[in-house]
């Protein structure tokens, strides 16, 4: 065994520059797995660290509990104290920005408290304590007021609390929402009732004792249930995590597609070293090596590469994975080390450069000594007939995982894609190398008339077409998960775009607090952004409706222009109320009211429920705005100046118009603003967040499928040695020779895209379906993405050919023919 590992050693250091490949798709191969590690770890760790704060001094937490819970609780002597937790939300208007908080209360029991005050005092009542954190974001002062909208209750209440501490929490738990701390007085009008945090007598079993109150509450459903403070936290992460195992389930994806490809540039890399090795493994057997031990000597070889690759895999991907955290805005204490990951890379890695190695090795092994030393540098087997069990196994899962994906989109069922892709892609691993080797003599015989190049390039094609089958299969199946996600997301980003435009006409609405004219530059400034799609000012007018169905005391006119165009049309008999106003819109759709006018007439209108009413609401106010046409407006009040207006962004510019109107908040600080944009743009963040995201993991694949292409061609450059010198001496120019290599690297890489259209398009096509149903889905194709992939397939087969062709225009005539 040392001999063999000597040996492969010596090997590795003869040829640090071919072995390269090799190292650095197990590197990245480790890298993709730890990083994928580290990140979800440093998601669950900051979402543990996040909830475990409330409950992190108790040691029994009891959910949902009644009124008379706490009172008996309190009274158990195991217990030295208990508090009432509430939860609740607020919202302020610091300067010129919205800002949310959690509410949460300041236990009265000093040891039971998840923070350490640094400065100033608890908060009695009226009082608030804030992080350091949040006093900078807020740019707030200990001392100062802040308003704050109550949203726990029934209603929106406002208060005003003073700012009398500054508190630390531990590291980690806070989150990326601010939070507001009160007094646990105020806390019973501010929010609501939540969970009951218990410290027991020393020495209690927090286990048996959260047990013993389980059986005093009973086992009805809505009785409250009594947990460890561990175990309550770990139910906690387990209702919540399922958005990072779904990001796992994500992530993992990609890393086993780049697995896949890091194989095949492996197994393609020691196909070329062993082809360039063959007279040494010839003189090998002949001084009495056998083949088992040429074979093990090569194993033993990609043992120790796959062990240096994927431990420097480790580090990269530890510091990737953390630092991709860090930007997500992922609080952790220091650098999580995901142990279980980091020790799966490592295996995974190894076995998959041991076992993509297997094949060549298995076949170096087997030459004879004398075949070794005068075959030419070759060791792929050549197969005559196609494995008619691979066309039918590969044909059948391919049938299956289309039917599976085409009836998970019919009955929106997305968790039935997910078994459907896995055994398509099955299907499509071992169904696409077979189909390249249909194909390529159709290329052949497509490129032959192009000149005396491309036909010879076509025929080594066709000659190769079971190896590189192998490479084409890795970029195809990188590319149409990113085609299949781009599509995806392009649908469902337009899909999302027209659901808000049918319920929000109304992107935004402008308006100064105390009611008055909007100032002409404001008007002036969204006019001309190149971010608005069209803008039109409104006319307000105070209305009484007869009777007290409608709940409706200021109606807004639509401009003429507008009417029926950028929204829903409205008629001069008719008033549009939100829809929200009743369950059953039908109860009032067609009522009829009278609004008195100002020159004494009476109008009456009918009442219709409409989406363009939902949209102007001001969600921070208490008053409901009705709409009419202008005409009407004209007939309520002649006189006065429009002081709302209404704005509809162009598509994917929601972000710049809220950076526009924020500028605009500065300069007039009575300025309001609210709507549906914060929506759009949230939409957009994400879709644009997740694209970033599969770019990203496509310039992994690229990087992988670069370095198993180069492979590749390499080999066959190697393996044609003694055709390129005769072909130089019949004629052929080193300019000829270079296009040759290239047009066969450019082809594949260009089948590889082909691929990628073929299957990413339907299959993102059918994601969006299966999760949103065929009534709501606008189908998009990512046209850019689509170009990107034919472009990037281009510049990859350009990049990949260009050493293996300056090595084959390196091949002189009279060195080639003497090879032998």
Same mark, same amino acid.
């Given at each position: 065994?040392?001999?063999?590992?000597?040996?492969?050693?010596?090997?590795?250091?003869?040829?640090?520059?071919?072995? /390269?490949?090799?190292?650095?798709?197990? /590197?990245?191969?480790? *890298?993709?797995?730890?990083?994928? @590690?580290?990140? %979800?770890?440093?998601?669950?760790?900051?979402?543990?660290?996040?909830?475990?704060? &409330?409950?992190?001094?108790?040691?029994?937490?009891?959910?949902?509990?009644?009124?008379?819970? !706490?009172?008996?609780?309190?009274?158990?002597?195991?217990?030295?104290?208990?508090?009432?937790?509430?939860?609740?939300?607020?919202?302020?208007?610091?300067?010129?920005?919205?800002?949310?908080?959690?509410?949460?209360?300041?236990?009265e029991t000093e040891s039971l408290r998840w923070s350490t005050l640094t400065k100033g005092a608890w908060p009695s009542t009226g009082e608030i304590v804030?992080?350091?954190? $949040?006093?900078?974001? /807020?740019?707030?002062?200990?001392?100062?007021?802040?308003?704050?909208?109550? *949203?726990?209750?029934?209603? &929106?209440?406002?208060?005003? !609390? $003073?700012?009398?501490?500054?508190?630390?929490?531990?590291?980690?738990?806070? @989150?990326?929402?601010?939070?507001?701390?009160i007094a646990a007085a105020d806390a019973p009008e501010i929010a609501l009732p939540a969970e009951i945090i218990v410290q027991t007598v020393d020495g209690t079993n927090a286990t048996a004792f959260a047990s013993e109150l389980n059986n005093t509450f009973g086992d009805a459903e809505e009785a409250p249930h009594a947990y460890t403070t561990a175990q309550y936290v770990a139910m906690l992460v387990d209702s919540l995590a399922g958005g990072t195992d779904l990001l796992a389930t994500l992530f993992l994806i990609f890393v086993v597609i780049a697995l896949l490809a890091a194989a095949m540039v492996i197994r393609n890399t020691f196909q070329v070293l062993l082809a360039q090795r063959m007279r040494e493994n010839g003189l090998l057997r002949l001084v009495g090596a056998g083949g088992a031990q040429v074979q093990r000597t090569v194993l033993a070889e990609a043992m120790l590469l796959g062990l240096f690759g994927g431990a420097a895999g480790l580090l990269v991907g530890l510091a990737l994975g953390w630092a991709v955290g860090r930007l997500a805005g992922i609080t952790t204490v220091g650098v999580p080390i995901a142990w279980g990951w980091m020790l799966a890379a490592l295996l995974v890695t190894l076995l998959l450069t041991v076992i993509s190695a297997w094949a060549p090795a298995r076949s170096a092994s087997r030459l004879t000594p004398m075949a070794a030393l005068t075959a030419s540098a070759t060791t792929e087997e050549t197969v005559a007939r196609r494995r008619v069990g691979a066309w039918v196994i590969g044909g059948i899962l391919t049938v299956i995982g289309t039917v599976g994906a085409v009836t998970s989109a019919l009955v929106t069922n997305f968790l039935l894609l997910v078994p459907s892709g896995i055994v398509l892609a099955i299907g499509l691993i071992v169904l696409v190398p077979l189909l390249v080797t249909v194909i390529m003599p159709l290329i052949a015989r497509s490129t032959s008339r192009a000149g005396a190049v491309t036909k010879l390039a076509g025929e080594n094609l066709v000659r190769t077409s079971r190896r590189t089958g192998t490479v084409v299969l890795a970029i195809a199946l990188g590319g149409s998960l990113v085609i299949g996600m781009l599509t995806a997301l392009q649908s469902a980003s337009n899909s999302m775009q027209t659901m808000l435009t049918e319920n929000y006409p109304v992107d935004l609405v402008l308006a100064s607090e105390d009611g008055s004219e909007l100032p002409s530059e404001v008007l002036a400034t969204l006019e001309e952004s190149s971010a608005t799609s069209a803008v039109a000012t409104v006319r307000s007018v105070p209305i009484e409706l007869s009777g007290d169905v409608i709940p409706i005391r200021t109606a807004v006119g639509v401009p003429n222009e507008w009417n029926g165009v950028q929204v829903d049309s409205v008629s001069n008999n008719e008033i549009l109320v939100p829809t929200w106003l009743v369950a059953d819109p039908e109860e009032i759709d067609g009522t009829r009211v009278e609004i008195a006018a100002a020159n004494g007439e009476t109008l009456t209108l009918t009442v219709r429920t409409s989406p363009l009413?939902?949209?102007?609401?001001?969600? *921070?106010? !208490?008053?409901? !705005?009705?709409?009419?046409?202008?005409?009407?407006?004209?007939?309520?009040?002649?006189?006065?100046? &429009?002081?709302?207006?209404?704005? %509809?962004?162009?598509?994917?510019?929601?972000?710049?118009?809220?950076?526009?109107?924020?500028?605009?908040?500065?300069?007039?600080?009575?300025?309001?603003?609210?709507?549906?944009?914060?929506?759009?743009q949230m939409f957009e963040q994400i879709f644009a967040m997740v694209a970033t995201f599969v770019i990203g993991m496509l310039g992994l694949t690229i990087v992988i499928s670069a370095i198993g292409l180069a492979s590749v061609v390499a080999l066959a450059v190697a393996e044609r040695g003694r055709e390129i010198a005769l072909l130089r001496a019949l004629g052929l120019t080193r300019n000829k020779t270079r296009r040759m290599v290239l047009f066969e690297s450019v082809s594949l890489a260009g089948l590889g +895209?082909?691929?990628?259209?073929?299957?990413? %398009? &339907?299959?993102? #096509?059918? +994601?969006?379906?299966?999760?949103?149903?065929?009534?709501?889905?606008?189908?998009?194709?990512?046209?850019?993405? #689509?170009?990107?992939?034919?472009?990037?397939?281009?510049?990859?087969?350009?990049?990949?050919?260009?050493?293996?062709?300056?090595?084959?225009t390196r091949i002189a005539p009279a060195q080639g023919l003497a090879t032998d």
């Open positions: 065994m040392s001999a063999t590992l000597s040996l492969a050693t010596k090997q590795i250091r003869r040829s640090p520059r071919r072995v /390269l490949a090799i190292l650095l798709a197990a /590197l990245l191969s480790s *890298m993709a797995i730890t990083a994928t @590690g580290t990140f %979800i770890t440093s998601l669950n760790q900051s979402l543990q660290n996040e909830l475990a704060a &409330p409950t992190s001094h108790a040691d029994v937490v009891i959910s949902a509990p009644d009124e008379d819970t !706490f009172s008996a609780v309190e009274a158990n002597s195991a217990v030295t104290a208990a508090e009432q937790l509430y939860t609740g939300y607020a919202s302020a208007t610091v300067g010129q920005r919205d800002v949310w908080f959690d509410v949460q209360v300041v236990p804030l992080t350091q954190k $949040t006093l900078e974001t /807020l740019e707030l002062s200990l001392g100062d007021s802040l308003a704050v909208t109550i *949203m726990s209750g029934d209603e &929106p209440s406002e208060r005003k !609390f $003073t700012i009398s501490g500054i508190v630390e929490l531990e590291p980690g738990a806070e @989150g990326t929402t601010s939070a507001m701390y009413a939902d949209a102007i609401q001001n969600s *921070m106010g !208490f008053e409901s !705005f009705g709409v009419v046409s202008e005409n009407t407006i004209k007939k309520l009040n002649s006189v006065g100046s &429009p002081n709302y207006a209404w704005v %509809i962004a162009m598509d994917g510019d929601s972000a710049t118009l809220m950076s526009e109107v924020s500028e605009l908040q500065t300069t007039y600080p009575s300025l309001d603003a609210y709507g549906a944009l914060t929506t759009v +895209a082909a691929f990628s259209l073929i299957i990413g %398009i &339907p299959l993102g #096509i059918a +994601a969006v379906y299966s999760a949103l149903g065929s009534e709501s889905v606008v189908i998009s194709l990512p046209w850019l993405g #689509i170009a990107a992939v034919i472009i990037t397939a281009a510049v990859l087969g350009i990049i990949a050919g260009l050493g293996p062709a300056q090595r084959a």
